[in-house]
């Protein structure tokens, strides 16, 4: 080697190495020293160099890397990415460039030049974290939870038990709403704490949402990921205290048990988050555990949600009616509106199966307003048939999403406007429940509409938790007993009372009585001594449509007998 290249060489800041074919070292650059912190000493005549001084981590990468490059054809370049464990016992990546070449003997060495990468690779790692965290919690977030998810499903049968945990809390959007967004950070980022402070290694804790956490647990038993999950719920009900406000939240989570037969993450995070659904939606059990028949309704429940729009564009709902009668007198009182769907393929179908649907996802305000559009249409057809009758009031279903909407009332003064319905013949029904969600908005839209000269209704009473101060407030001319005291009233004293209380109470408030789900004349003869006004049943007649309603009404009928 010429002195200018001796020059270049040992003062250039990279590491020059050169080893024979058996892995010697033949020359070593000073460079190693600013490296490494070892002297071209240590290294020199001494076999495999990289190897010795690789971090664990890259050790079969090292020897896998120069025993192929010792067997390539001359003049093959390869590079490696390796760690190696330097003097001080710290640690550093190099980039290693190597290549064969023919020495001046005519004999072939491995030349390998390494470069200190570490100012690089930390940068690297930093970017890493950053695309793998939430920057709010410092929790790992959703690219992370899928890929930690991967890698379990990756290892197959080797892998040990495993579940996903997905958590979420109720308030965020309220607390955004009234308090601002930098409450409803403060609600998380202590949400996550709280979640994080009951996960302990190998396990991990998520941040997959908003207001939505996830945590993959290993090698736990069923039991023990059970009382995983209570602890977290029973962490998360305690108060939050927000810069002096304090905030209680109903969390929820769903459960799936691993690893099932699983090929992708994003499949098994549905499935969690259906069962996380279905706990939302559950009054009674905040927990739910995924199986595949909650994955079947969700599916159809998807379908449904698909179906909704082409079903109310194409003519597919329709209206059936039941009257609301008179105890004493046998007389048609009033006409409860009843949705019905003529589904293409699941024929027909029951509001049961797919108002939760509408009501999810804000359809059912569409849908509503065609429910109230059309009953009040058919309400005043059947004024113009029976002139005697205008004392006769449509009843028609309003739900949460309904009432909380801020044109309900307008909606309902457009539809009486271009019915040419009175005011004073529809009768709007919310359910207890629905009232009593948020007692203010229900009493102010209440307020409103009752001002049209409509008449309101409180459906399915003694179901919910009203108070005597909260039905004060609201201006209802209607209590309607619930069907299942109703039903038991003839086998249960105890159904006997409630019925006798409720009756008593709206006697008390001035407001009309119905009794719904009358079936057996014994019902019938025990509401009408309690001095129950109206009911409505199959006693009377099941839902029929509009003309077979108008005919019931001019149907002359016998008084039923005690």
């Not at 005519?106 to 930093?126: F, N, W």
């Not at 410092?138 to 290892?155: K, T, V």
């Not at 086998?491 to 009358?518: C, D, F, M, P, Y």
């Amino acid at each position: 080697m010429s002195d200018l290249a001796t020059l270049l060489v040992e003062t250039a800041h990279h590491w020059e190495l050169l080893e024979d074919l058996d892995g010697t070292v033949v020359y070593c650059s000073p460079a190693c020293r600013e490296i490494t912190g070892f002297d071209p000493a240590h290294f020199q005549g001494r076999a495999d160099a990289l190897g010795r001084i690789a971090h664990p981590g890259s050790r079969t990468l090292v020897s896998d890397f120069t025993r192929e490059m010792r067997g390539a054809a001359p003049g093959v370049r390869r590079c490696l990415e390796l760690c190696i464990q330097v003097q001080d016992g710290g640690v550093r990546w190099l980039r290693c460039h190597s290549r064969l070449i023919t020495g001046p003997d005519g004999a072939s060495y491995l030349r390998s030049t390494l470069r200190d990468i570490s100012s690089r690779k930390a940068l690297d790692l930093e970017m890493e974290l950053s695309r793998l965290s939430d920057p709010l919690t410092r929790l790992y977030n959703r690219a992370f939870c899928l890929e930690s998810i991967q890698r379990l499903l990756d290892r197959g049968s080797l892998a040990e038990d495993f579940a996903v945990v997905a958590l979420d809390i109720d308030r965020l959007k309220k607390v955004n709403e009234t308090l601002g967004p930098t409450y409803g950070d403060d609600l998380v980022r202590i949400a996550a704490e709280r979640i994080a402070s009951a996960v302990t290694a190998p396990d991990v804790a998520c941040r997959l949402s908003g207001d939505g956490f996830a945590v993959i647990m290993q090698g736990k038993t069923p039991r023990e990921m059970m009382a995983f999950v209570h602890k977290v719920l029973s962490l998360l009900d305690r108060p939050f205290i927000l810069r002096g406000h304090e905030v209680n939240v109903t969390p929820s989570a769903g459960v799936l048990l691993g690893p099932a037969l699983y090929d992708q993450p994003e499949d098994l995070l549905r499935n969690v988050s259906i069962a996380l659904r279905r706990a939302r939606e559950s009054r009674n059990n905040r927990c739910k555990v995924f199986h595949s028949r909650l994955f079947v309704d969700a599916s159809r429940q998807h379908e449904i949600e698909i179906d909704l729009h082409a079903g109310l564009r194409c003519g597919q709902f329709f209206l059936a009616y039941q009257p609301i009668v008179c105890l004493e007198t046998n007389t048609v009182t009033s006409i409860e509106a009843l949705l019905r769907w003529n589904h293409p393929r699941h024929g027909l179908m029951q509001p049961a199966e797919f108002l939760g649907v509408a009501e999810a996802t804000d359809f059912i305000v569409p849908l509503g307003e065609w429910v109230l559009k059309q009953a009040c249409h058919d309400m005043v057809e059947t004024l113009v048939q029976r002139t005697d009758m205008g004392a006769v009031t449509m009843s028609v279903n309003i739900s949460a999403r309904q009432l909380a909407h801020h044109s309900i009332c307008n909606t309902v003064a457009r539809v009486l406007r271009q019915s040419g319905l009175p005011p004073e013949n529809l009768k709007l029904e919310i359910t207890e429940t629905v009232a009593m969600e948020n007692p203010v908005l229900t009493a102010q839209r209440l307020h409103a509409i009752k001002a049209l000269g409509v008449k309101i209704s409180i459906d399915d009473f003694g179901t919910g938790y009203s108070s005597l101060a909260s039905l004060q407030n609201f201006p209802i001319d209607t209590l309607k007993v619930d069907k299942s005291f109703v039903g038991m009233m003839d086998s249960s004293t105890e159904q006997r009372k409630i019925v006798r209380t409720i009756i008593a109470l709206a006697h008390s408030l001035n407001l009309e009585v119905v009794a719904e789900g009358i079936e057996q004349q014994e019902q019938w003869s025990m509401l009408k001594m309690l001095d129950c006004q109206s009911g409505q049943g199959f006693l009377f007649s099941h839902p029929v449509d509009a003309d077979t309603m108008r005919a019931f009404i001019c149907k002359e009928r016998p008084q039923l007998r005690q």
